[in-house]
């Protein structure tokens, strides 16, 4: 029988070649995430995949399962891993080879394959490993599923079937790219910047735009697993603005970007403006919306009020549903709601039918922003950007904090911000006109200034975004008064980026 894993473990010991060790924190909210090697070794990939098999019997789930991985040094090696496990549970499973995780959701509907595991650390630093897993497409789990698979793989307690079996899927990508591309070109003739931060869209993204009829500008699009140049995360401001530059130098209509495992799109209109992924959000509902008048649209509690004030949304009965910050959770509920899209700050967005399958697909993105740019051919990405009325909003900013410690500082959080409430007194010199809980807590003012803090799924971080209809002044100055209380817990650290 296989071994119960270990919570940590040293390299190069008898007891790291001969038992799992998974640390139990790298089961995140909605998907796993671990440094490999220093969090999880390859016998610990393999309790996870015998953990899988055994949950998705549980849940009464068919046992068959796509897999692909992203182009990391070690992915392979991970994913082979897992296999093994999954395979001993007795699961049939399909394996797609280097590939996006938007690739891996395509290929249950392909494959007519029930659950889906792709290995990936998205656009975590090199070192991080994970996978991303569902067992009901198009969503993926959330955190009972995730919970039960914790306890499944941390107490040993393991289901061993037979009918195991593995099958390597030639030319899936072909497969991949035919589904994107098998719709008439684009009529206008755009000009693109395609960055890929030197992750595994790069093998893809820039091929599929072509086949659309774009003219594309490749940027950093070799694959390498160092990142040499900026994280593959178009929420950062770094690739934002090589981004910019890019399209500045070039001349280009729009710029686009893809984080390390292609499920998330960053835009950079062709003025240079780095286009926060909430704005870009209310441009493609305001575009979709005249499609599909009354429709729903899912954002997450990052994103901005627009959505909910827009006078072109609200002319045409457009609904805002905001909803938990994850994209297992906006992905679940663009489902349960029927709602025509989904959309993230951090730029996960999600298209229901007619124009999606429901799941995360930054390519998918991509091309509803060129559709939306065809549909107006008088005017350009900035001009599109400029008709939406001004909001001052700031990026996502990470401070440091332990995985152990950050969701008690978001429960301080939010108590010292309820007891200003109850008191009536003042934030940023304006009485609190709303607390929001669904996820971390977003605090709202009178004039309509808000600063949220959460607690990040799935890196040791918390999660904080301010944004203001007044001035940007206003924000920063939400910004000082929700980073003042934080430092009241010495568990916080340093940003990642600040305004």
């Known amino acids: 029988m296989f071994p119960k894993p270990a919570p940590q473990l040293f390299p190069n010991t008898l007891a790291y070649e001969t038992t799992p060790m998974v640390k139990p924190t790298g089961f995140r909210e909605y998907d796993a995430r671990w440094l490999f090697e220093k969090e999880i070794n390859l016998m610990g990939v393999q309790a996870l995949g015998l953990g899988l098999g055994t949950l998705l019997r549980e849940m009464g789930v068919k046992p068959e399962l796509v897999t692909g991985h992203d182009f990391r040094s070690y992915s392979s090696s991970i994913k082979l891993a897992m296999i093994t496990g999954l395979m001993a549970a007795g699961v049939k499973v399909h ?36 996978v991303k897993m569902g067992a009901q497409r198009p969503v993926t789990f959330g955190p009972d599923e995730m919970g039960r698979l914790k306890d499944i793989v941390l107490a040993g307690a393991y289901s061993y079937a037979d009918g195991g079996s593995y099958r390597f899927v030639a030319d899936f990508p072909a497969r991949y790219a035919a589904d994107l591309t098998n719709r ?23 091929a599929i735009l072509e086949q659309l009829g774009c003219e594309v500008i490749p940027l950093d699009v070799e694959l390498d697993f160092n990142f040499p140049r900026y994280n593959p995360n178009p929420e950062d401001l770094e690739m934002l603005h090589a981004m910019a530059a890019k399209v500045l130098e070039t001349g280009a209509d729009v710029g686009l970007g893809f984080d390390g495992d292609g499920d998330r799109c960053g835009v950079v209109d062709d003025k240079g403006a780095e286009i926060f992924a909430d704005k870009i959000g209310v441009m493609l509902a305001r575009d979709l919306s005249k499609l599909h008048p009354g429709a729903t649209f899912v954002v997450d509690v990052k994103s901005t009020g627009l959505f909910a004030t827009d006078p072109d949304l609200l002319s045409r009965g457009v609904k805002a549903d905001y909803w938990k910050t994850g994209h297992s959770y906006i992905k679940r509920r663009v ?48 001009e599109l950007y400029g008709a939406l009325p001004k909001t001052w909003g700031s990026p996502t900013m990470s401070p440091h904090c332990d995985d152990e410690t950050k969701y008690g500082v978001v429960e301080k959080t939010l108590a010292r911000l309820s007891a200003l409430e109850a008191e009536g007194a003042k934030l940023t010199g304006q009485k609190i006109k709303s607390l929001v809980t669904v996820n971390g807590v977003r605090v709202t003012v009178e004039d309509g200034t808000w600063g949220l803090v959460r607690a990040s799924s799935n890196k040791p971080e918390l999660v904080v975004v301010v944004e203001s209809p007044v001035s940007e002044a206003r924000m920063r100055e939400m910004f000082h008064a929700v980073d003042a209380i934080l430092r009241e817990n010495p568990e916080v650290g340093a940003y990642n980026q600040t305004i």
């Open 95 to 130: 394996d797609i080879g280097l590939a996006l995780s938007p690739m891996a959701y395509f290929a249950q509907f392909e494959l007519d394959v029930p659950a889906v595991a792709m290995v990936t650390a998205s656009h975590n630093d090199n070192g991080w490993t994970g």
């Open 184 to 206: 008439p070109k684009l009529k206008r003739k755009l000009k693109v910047v395609a960055a890929c931060g030197n992750g595994t869209a790069g093998a893809f993204a820039p």
């Open 335 to 382: 489902s349960d709601l029927g709602a025509l899209a989904g959309f993230e700050k951090s730029g996960h967005f999600f298209f229901n039918a007619p124009v999606g399958r429901g799941y995360d697909d930054g390519i998918l993105t991509a091309i509803h922003v060129l559709d939306m740019l065809d549909r107006n051919p008088g005017k350009s990405m900035s």
